[in-house]
């Protein structure tokens, strides 16, 4: 069985990889080992960061000393600061002779467009000591093998709790509402770029014709105060702000929408907001960003685009209200395709696949 020290956030905080970390825990044999590294809770300043920095990397050499381990599973993002960090902790990985994978969670065009500019030769003096690599889209498999890595690239997904799809299986969804109302759910970090002022927009544009039509705005983030600056001065009724929900108020919101608008144009691996709200029984109006344009079937799990323009998503929106048979057969689609590619059980099945692939290979240069 494969000896596996997976590097983790801080599984207290909020956020994707924390997420998809201690959702798939109860999954994994006890080989697996997580070591958790990045920010504290109440960590403030940037001279606590580099203690802190410099403390995992202290602690990381010393576990590798201690343990037995046959392969380091590593998380960066391709962004500044991630790429740096987790490029230095592989290089200790290798000093201490460990096969490493890579699993790059998200992805910065910017930084992208900095490595290949300036850092190239860097970068892959760095990864190309990977054994093995893990993304989220194909795009980004593509541009690794730009830069010239070699390793072997596999393309992933992120992950929905089992538990999910026997609370949002046939007839969970909530319907005591009024006839002819719909509640559409936006539900993320509210980060710039998350098309959060877009969804908005896009709701106000149809609120004369659709009166019933609500949207709650779940989450927290830099950009609240400035969405609900634009409700205040649109004179909007219908948006709500609910803040950050926890995992009982999340799963209430998902079975009480009916269709879960996402207009992102930031750099999505793949969000585990869509997934959830596939797994509940929602069809989903979004972007073609990241690993959602790898999977993502128009016309049949909703509808997907690469405009920016909240028209565009009002026309989507106006579809879905107007055909509540279509929203149903979406739904139902969505659920059935998100259980089975996308529950814990069966996404650990494949990381535990590549795991043992990982682990027979001889170490790489």
């Not at 909530?174 to 896009?202: M, N």
Request: charged share 25%.
């Amino acid at each position: 069985m494969t000896r596996v020290l997976i590097t983790v956030p801080c599984l207290g905080l909020p956020g994707g990889v924390a997420n998809y970390y201690r959702t798939i825990r109860p999954h994994l044999d006890a080989q697996k080992a997580y070591f958790e590294i990045g920010a504290r809770p109440g960590e403030a300043g940037p001279w606590a960061g580099l203690r802190r920095l410099l403390a995992d990397y202290w602690r990381f050499h010393r576990e590798l000393r201690a343990r037995p381990v046959d392969l380091v599973h590593l998380n960066p993002s391709l962004g500044a600061r991630s790429v740096v960090r987790d490029g230095i902790l592989l290089l200790i990985a290798r000093a201490h002779g460990r096969r490493v994978l890579v699993f790059f969670r998200g992805w910065d065009p910017a930084c992208e467009r900095a490595i290949r500019a300036r850092y190239a030769r860097l970068f892959r003096f760095v990864y190309d000591r990977a054994d093995a690599v893990v993304v989220l889209a194909e795009e980004f498999a593509r541009s690794l093998r730009e830069l010239g890595l070699r390793a072997p690239v596999t393309l992933e997904t992120t992950v929905v709790a089992d538990g999910v799809f026997a609370a949002a299986g046939p007839g969970s969804r909530d319907s005591d509402r009024q006839a002819g109302a719909c509640e559409i759910l936006y539900l993320s970090r509210l980060d710039r770029d998350k098309g959060l002022i877009e969804a908005i927009e896009a709701v106000a544009a149809i609120s004369e014709r659709f009166p019933s039509v609500t949207l709650t705005v779940a989450g927290d983030g830099p950009e609240r105060a400035a969405a609900e600056a634009l409700v205040r001065a649109r004179r909007l009724g219908n948006v709500t702000f609910t803040g950050h929900l926890d995992e009982a108020a999340r799963s209430a919101a998902f079975r009480r929408a009916d269709i879960f608008l996402f207009p992102t144009c930031f750099g999505e691996g793949m969000p585990n907001a869509i997934l959830e709200a596939m797994a509940f029984g929602l069809p989903v109006v979004t972007r073609a960003v990241g690993g959602i344009r790898d999977f993502f079937e128009d016309g049949r799990m909703g509808f997907v685009t690469e405009s920016r323009d909240p028209a565009v998503f009002a026309g989507y929106l106006s579809r879905l209200i107007t055909d509540p048979g279509l929203r149903a057969a979406m739904g139902r689609y969505n659920h059935d395709y998100a259980r089975n590619r996308f529950a814990a059980s069966v996404v650990v099945a494949r990381l535990l696949e590549i795991y043992a692939r990982v682990g027979r290979q001889p170490a790489a240069r």
